[in-house]
Structures are given as C-alpha cells and as structure tokens.
C-alpha cells in the first residue's frame, strides 16, 4: 500500500512534468530537451529559497518562474538565433548544469530540517486525522503525511491541468497550438511565431521546473542529478497517455499526458518491486519509449501491406 | 491601395543557382481595383505576390500599402493590412484545430493574441452564418478538424478567413491551382462573389487563362522578373485568351531569338 501511495503521488508529481512535455513535444512539435535541465532546476531554486526560510507554496512558485525563464532561454535561441531546436535544448540544458551548481552551492541540498510542502501536509494530515500519524485505509497503516501529500497532489495536478486546459482556449493559447500545427497558416494571421515559441518553451519549462520543485519537497532533497532523462520519462508519459485517449484534441490529451504519467510510475514501481535492476531504469525507459514511438508506424505498414493483399 | 516600387530580389546569388526573380518591377493597385497577375513559369508572379506579403527581404525596391511604408515590416506585421489565400490548400488552415478555431484567429487577424476567450458564443454564431453561406454543409461541422476536409473546403475557408476581416489587400496565389476543376469552379465564384461585394483590392496570379479573362478589371503580364504588358479597363474587357496565348508565343520567340543569336555570336568569337 505505501508503495502504491508514494508511485501514484510521485507519478501525479511527473504528471505535471508531462504536462510541460505536451506543450513542447506536442503542441509545438519541438522535442526539448531543457526539461533535464529545467527539472533540476526548480528543484534547486526551491531548496535553496526554503532554506532561507522562504514559504513552501512561494518557493515552489519561484522555482516554476525560473524554468520558465529557462525555456524562454530556449526559445529565444531557436526563434531569435535560428539554432536548431534540439541543439537549443541542448546549449540551456548543459548550461543549466552549471547554473544548478551554483544556486545549490554543492551537488546535494537535504530538506530534512526546513519546511516544505510535505510539512505543510503533515499539520494539515495531523489535524484531520485527530493528531494520529497513521490511518487505517482498506486494512492497511498508512501514513497520514503520505496520504495527505497525495491529496494535494491530487488537487494540485487537477488545478493546474484546468487551468492549462482554460489557457489552451484563449487567443493566446490558440494561437501556440496553431504555431505548432502550421506555421505559415498562423503568420499569415499577424501572430510572431517566434513570440509564441518563446512563451510556450517558457510555459513548458515553468510546468517542468514546478514539477521538479515538489518532487524535492516530496523525497527531502534537491540533487544535481535528478534531471537526467527525465525528458524520455515525460515523452513516455505523453505517449501512453495518448494510446490510453486516443484523441488529440487538447482536454484528451492533457488527461492522457497525467495518466500515462501516473500508470508509467506505476508499472515501473511494479518492475522494480519484481526485482528489475534499478541502473536499468532509463534503459528501458528508452527502449519503451522506442518501441511507442516505432510500433504504431511498423503496424500501420503490417496493415497496410496485408491489406493490399487483399485488395490484389 | 498597394504602391510597389522598383523591386528588386535575387535568390542564390553568385552561386550556379542564381536566381534573378524580380528584376525592378513596379506597379500601382488603385483602391478597389482587381488585378491578374500572369507568366511564364519562373516569371517572378509568386515572388511578386511574396515579396508583398514580406516573405523575404527585398534586396531593393519599396512598398507602399494603405499609405504606409511597409518595406521593413515583418510578414506577421503586414499581415494586419493581408489577407493571403495560398496554392497548397493545406498552407491556409490549421489543419489540427477546428473549423470554428481556425476562423476565429481569422476573426482576429493582425491583433496580439491575448488572454481573452478565443471562441465566444457570438463568434461562432456569425461563423455558422458565414459557413452556411459556403452550402458545402460545414456549418454542422465546424466543431471537426481541418484536416478532415477536402482542398476545395479547406481552401474555401481560407478565403473566408482572409476576408473576414475586410484587408487593405487580398493577395490571391494559384489559389485554385491544386484543385480538381469542380472545386476550382466554386473557389473562383466564392472569389468573384467576396471581392466584388466588399470591393476588395486584390492581387490574383494565376495560370489559368480563363481566369485571367473573365476575373479583374486589369491583367499584368510578367516574364524573367519584369512586367512585360499592362492591360487596364476596355483593354482589359476585350481581351480574350488567344490574344495572351500569341503575346506568350511571341516572347517565346523572342526568347529563342535571344538565344540563337548568344549561340551565334559564341561560335563566332569564342
């Protein structure tokens, strides 16, 4: 039960993640890789502002404006500069190693003794609860801290995918998904394309570096490491998100790009818990995220050629 | 109206590829007035229609749109004072997004997209207004994606979107080229409708003669980067195809001439 408590908050905290990965991989057609940087970079932001003694809920938010300005970084690079997009994500990534160096001061921050968002949940948890530190939930203990960090993560995730959901149906909004579904279509109604890149990696990032600031909170420490693949850990979250809803309109795919988050947690927590090799991990994130990308096209030929046969 | 000045654009230059594609052309659209651009392929009549619209930068010339300078402006900029209808039927549209999306930011054109609804319920009851008008039964369908419907629908609604917003200039390229003949039909009498009813100043190439006769009420005649005939009011109405068809074959002509005596003065002194 803990184990299935701490895969779905984690995977609803990577829901948000993904949630950022949609905006650039899917609306803007722009696979950017940032995120590994930007990740990390809310995480650090975060850690260091709570160690100042600033807020939870204001450190996390800071952090989220930093990515942001991060992805913008990205964007301006790409729009303004005209570097290829990958090797934009790449320059701000590689930067961003350094940048995160610098804010944590050293390669490790512990949140052990300051206050977080999961402090915060804790009074909140002990305070229903009648002060008891555990619930009984369908016959197992559980942690009132853990249980209470899901439901605001819970809350959280739903608030932010309405808001992105509202967001995607303003002016602005539509003019990002028309940016990425066709370009030329979209200057020709007076809107800078470059503009809109700029703010939607920004948006992106700010999603991403949000993600990255709870996870910190969640598990106690900022890392400078942490980043690493986390970009193919949301493109796996967007892409079982899109074979669970089969459908590409926005409200389908911001659901699909949480649950696939979640459900891709959850099977991973299983393997690890079935005694999968932790140092195989992003190995076979890759491979899945491959196989997810390579499938649909090697069936469609399958398909196709059988069903040539048929006609012939 | 549209004041276009000694322009001047080569593509590739100094390479083997170069590329003269307007060799100093310049023309007046008066307001109101609707002008055919024709030519030979390569004559520079898309480049014209482009370098209008801003898609790339001049090397020399300007332009002159609804009395402003608008040589330095960027393409999105321009297009506050555009409407543009492409060739490929799928450059127009979004096709990933809805009908009633795709008119909206129409509905929009040359506005800074803010943080304000982009489909309020008055917005998509004028749009059922207007896509009933085109009787192609969208006016059901404008919650489906562009990408679902066929060239002439698409490209009907990029009329429709280009005009939504009466433009200071409707720039019209081969727009019914990449149609099969029935939808070419109907795109060209949705044109001939929209244009003359808001008296639109519109630029139209084509390479089709028939429209070329029947549309406009003046013909620019284009050939390697220059205008080479003007033709305006009672010259313009009595003009019928054969006449353009024999004014092409004559620059043909001349053209060969033009080689032939390059071949004989090489073996001459070379």
């Known amino acids: ?312 | 109206m549209l004041d276009v000045r000694d322009l001047r654009k080569t593509f590739f230059p100094d390479t083997p590829n170069e590329v003269r594609a307007l060799q100093g052309v310049s023309c007046q659209i008066l307001e109101g007035s609707f002008v055919v651009v024709i030519g030979t392929n390569g004559s520079g009549k898309s480049t014209l229609l482009n370098a209008v619209a801003g898609t790339f930068p001049l090397d020399a010339g300007a332009i002159t749109l609804a009395g402003q300078d608008v040589t330095g402006w960027s393409e999105h900029r321009r297009a506050a004072l555009i409407g543009r209808v492409f060739q490929n039927p799928f450059s127009g549209t979004a096709p990933g997004m809805t009908i009633a999306e795709n008119l909206a930011m129409a509905a929009r054109r040359g506005h800074r997209p803010g943080l304000g609804w982009a489909l309020p319920r008055r917005l998509r009851d004028a749009f059922a207004d207007r896509v009933r008008s085109l009787r192609m039964g969208l006016e059901d369908r404008l919650d489906n994606e562009i990408g679902t419907l066929s060239g002439g629908q698409r490209q009907a609604l990029t009329l429709l979107m280009a005009t939504w917003r009466k433009p200071a200039l409707l720039l019209l390229d081969e727009h019914t080229a990449a149609l099969d003949p029935k939808s070419a039909e109907q795109v060209i009498a949705l044109t001939h409708q929209l244009v003359t009813h808001d008296h639109l100043t519109t630029l139209m190439v084509t390479h089709a003669m028939s429209q070329a006769v029947n549309l406009g009420d003046s013909l620019i005649m284009m050939h390697r980067g220059r205008i080479i005939h003007a033709l305006a009011g009672e010259d313009k109405r009595r003009v019928r195809a054969e006449d353009l068809l024999a004014r092409f074959d004559e620059v043909r002509r001349m053209d060969q001439l033009d080689a032939g005596a390059a071949s004989l003065l090489a073996a001459n002194y070379m």
């Open chain 1, 1 to 312: 039960m803990n184990l299935l408590l701490g895969s779905l908050t984690i995977g609803l905290i990577l829901g948000v993640l993904a949630l950022g990965v949609y905006i650039s991989f899917r609306i803007f057609n722009f696979a950017d890789i940032t995120v590994d940087g930007s990740i990390t970079l809310g995480a650090a932001v975060a850690a260091v502002l709570l160690l100042r003694g600033w807020p939870p809920v204001l450190a996390t938010l800071a952090a989220a404006l930093a990515g942001g300005v991060a992805g913008a970084v990205t964007g301006i690079l790409h729009a303004k500069f005209r570097i290829h997009g990958l090797l934009s994500g790449i320059l701000v990534m590689t930067a961003l190693y350094s940048v995160n160096l610098r804010i944590m001061g050293r390669s490790n921050v512990p949140l052990l003794s300051v206050t977080t968002l999961a402090e915060r949940a804790e009074t909140l948890g002990l305070a229903c609860s009648g002060g008891r530190a555990a619930v009984w939930v369908w016959g197992w203990e559980v942690p009132v801290r853990d249980l209470m960090f899901l439901a605001f993560s819970v809350a959280g995730v739903a608030l932010i995918a309405g808001l992105l959901y509202l967001f995607l149906n303003t002016r602005l909004g539509t003019a990002m998904r028309a940016t990425g579904d066709n370009p030329q279509m979209i200057c020709a109604q007076g809107v800078d394309t470059g503009l809109m890149i700029i703010l939607g990696l920004g948006l992106s990032n700010a999603l991403v570096a949000f993600s990255g600031a709870v996870l910190a909170q969640y598990q106690g420490f900022a890392d400078v490491q942490m980043g690493i693949g986390m970009v193919v850990w949301g493109l796996a979250s967007v892409i079982m998100g899109e074979s669970l809803v089969r459908a590409r309109r926005p409200g389908f795919m911001i659901v699909g790009a949480i649950f696939g988050a979640v459900l891709f947690r959850l099977l991973v927590a299983i393997a690890l818990r079935f005694g999968m090799n932790p140092n195989d991990l992003k190995l076979i994130t890759a491979l899945f995220v491959f196989a997810a990308l390579v499938l649909p096209g090697v069936a469609d030929r399958v398909f196709k050629r059988a069903g040539g046969r048929a006609h012939a």
